[in-house]
C-alpha cells in the first residue's frame, strides 16, 4: 500500500510550526506503509528529502502570510498544478489523502483521481472559501459562487472526508449529502510538551504573570484585541506580561500599535523552532487564543489550542464556538468578551491571585489533551481509515 499526503504547509518538528501533517505521516510509516509528502518551499528549485522514513517533494511554490488575497490564490493554483504532475510521477499510489487549507488542495486531487483513477480523501481544516467571504477578503460574487462550486465538487468526488472539528463536520454535511464524513481532531504532543526543556531560553521573569500567544500573526487572528487588554492591564499597573510569539502579515502594524500606546508589559519574540515554543511555553502562566469576532473562525481547530493543552496550561480565548463550551466544561481556561477588553480584569485576575486554582486549570488542560487529543489514539483512527478506504 503507497498512500500520497498533499499539504502546500508542510512541517518537520526541526522547522517548527504546525505539525499535523508531519505527525500522520509518520504514524503511516510506523504502520509500515509506504507514505510520500508533496509539498512546497520558497527556494527556486524543487526538492526531494527523505525525513524518519518519509518521502517528501518540495515543489518550488513560494509563499508567505504577508502575501495578499490574489497572490495567495497565485500561489495555491502553482502548487495544485505541480502537485498534481508531481504525483503522476509516483508508481503504484493506491490513495492520496489531501489537506486543506487551501481548497485548491482538493482540486489537485480531484485531478489525480480523473487522470489516474486513484481515489482520494479530502480533510476539512478551516471552512474555505467561508472564512475569506465573511472577512470580507473575498467580495466578487463570480469569484464566491466559482469557489463554491469548486468546494462542492470537491466533497462530491472524495471517498470520504476528514473533520478536524464537530462544528466544521457539522457545516460540511449540510452541504454534501451521502457522504462518509469523520472527525480527527488536531492532535496534543502530551510527550512532548510534558518534557520540561533545557532552560536555554534568555527569557527572563520575576513576578510577572505571563501570557503568551504563540502562532500565526494574520488578519484572521485579530491581535489588535489582545494590545488593548495588555493595555487595560498596564492601566491597572497589573504584574502581567503578554509575549507574542510569530510571524505574519499584521506583525509590523502590531509593532507600531504598541509603540503607540506605550505598552511596556508586551513583548514580541520573532518565529522560532519547537523546542523554543517549548521553552516559551515552560515560562507561561496561561496561553492566549485569539480571533476576530466572526461566526466562522469559531469552528476551526487552531494548533496552539493543543499545544497548550499538551503542555498544561490554562487557556484564556475571546470567541465562542466549540473551543469555548470545552475549556469550560474541563475547567481549564476563561473566556473574554471580545467586544469588552476590560473584561479580561475580571477573567484573569483569579488565576494571577490564586495559583492553587491555576494549577488546577493547568493539571485540567493536561488531562483533557491526554483523555482527548493523544496522538497515539488519533493516529490509529487515522490508520484504520485509510486501510478501510483503499
Not at 506605550?262 to 513583548?267: D, E, G, M
Not at 473574554?336 to 485540567?364: C, F, K, M, W
Request: charged share 20%.
Amino acid at each position: 500500500m503507497k498512500v500520497v499526503i498533499l499539504h502546500q504547509h508542510f512541517n518537520t518538528p526541526e522547522k517548527g510550526g504546525p505539525l499535523r501533517s508531519y505527525y500522520l505521516a509518520k504514524a503511516i510509516t510506523d504502520a509500515g506503509i509506504d507514505v510520500t509528502v508533496v509539498t512546497a518551499h520558497n527556494h527556486s528549485s524543487a526538492l526531494t528529502e527523505h525525513f524518519e522514513g518519509i518521502e517528501v517533494h518540495y515543489l518550488p511554490v513560494k509563499y508567505e502570510n504577508r502575501f495578499g488575497f490574489y497572490a495567495r490564490v497565485s500561489s495555491f493554483f502553482r502548487f495544485m498544478v505541480l502537485a498534481a504532475r508531481t504525483v503522476a510521477k509516483i508508481r503504484q499510489v493506491n490513495l492520496v489523502y489531501a489537506i486543506s487549507v487551501p481548497l485548491t488542495v482538493g482540486l489537485a486531487a480531484r485531478r489525480i483521481k480523473s487522470r489516474q483513477g486513484i481515489p482520494y480523501i479530502f480533510e476539512v481544516g478551516d471552512l474555505w472559501p467561508d472564512a475569506p467571504i465573511d472577512l470580507g477578503i473575498i467580495k466578487n460574487q463570480i469569484l464566491i459562487s466559482l469557489f463554491k462550486s469548486l468546494e462542492r465538487r470537491i466533497y462530491k468526488d472524495a471517498n470520504c472526508i476528514v473533520a478536524l472539528s464537530e462544528s466544521i463536520a457539522e457545516v460540511v454535511g449540510q452541504r454534501i449529502t451521502n457522504k462518509q464524513i469523520h472527525i480527527i481532531p488536531n492532535m496534543s504532543d502530551t510527550a512532548y510538551y510534558g518534557e520540561i526543556p533545557d532552560g536555554k531560553t534568555q527569557l527572563r521573569f520575576n513576578d510577572e504573570f505571563v501570557i503568551t500567544y504563540a502562532g500565526a500573526i494574520g488578519y484572521a487572528n485579530g491581535l489588535d484585541f489582545l494590545l488593548k487588554c495588555a493595555n487595560v492591564m498596564q492601566r491597572h499597573r497589573m504584574a502581567v506580561r503578554f509575549l507574542i510569539c510569530g510571524e505574519g502579515a499584521m506583525l509590523g502594524t502590531l509593532q507600531i500599535t504598541a509603540r503607540h500606546l506605550s505598552l511596556n508589559n508586551v513583548t514580541f519574540i520573532p518565529f522560532s523552532g519547537r523546542e523554543e515554543v517549548r521553552q516559551i511555553l515552560h515560562l507561561s502562566d496561561a496561553c492566549f487564543i485569539c480571533y476576530r469576532p466572526e461566526a466562522i473562525l469559531e469552528t476551526g481547530s487552531p494548533n496552539k489550542y493543543f499545544d497548550a493543552l499538551a503542555a498544561g496550561k490554562p487557556v484564556i480565548i475571546n470567541f465562542g464556538g466549540w473551543i469555548k463550551k470545552e475549556i469550560e466544561e474541563n475547567n481549564c481556561g476563561v473566556y473574554i468578551n471580545p467586544a469588552d477588553p476590560e473584561s479580561i480584569i475580571s477573567a484573569v485576575s483569579p488565576l494571577i491571585r490564586d495559583r492553587h486554582l491555576q494549577t488546577t486549570y493547568g493539571t485540567n488542560a493536561r488531562n483533557l489533551a491526554l483523555r482527548k487529543y493523544g496522538r497515539k489514539d488519533l493516529t490509529e483512527k487515522f490508520i484504520a481509515l485509510l486501510k478501510g478506504c483503499v
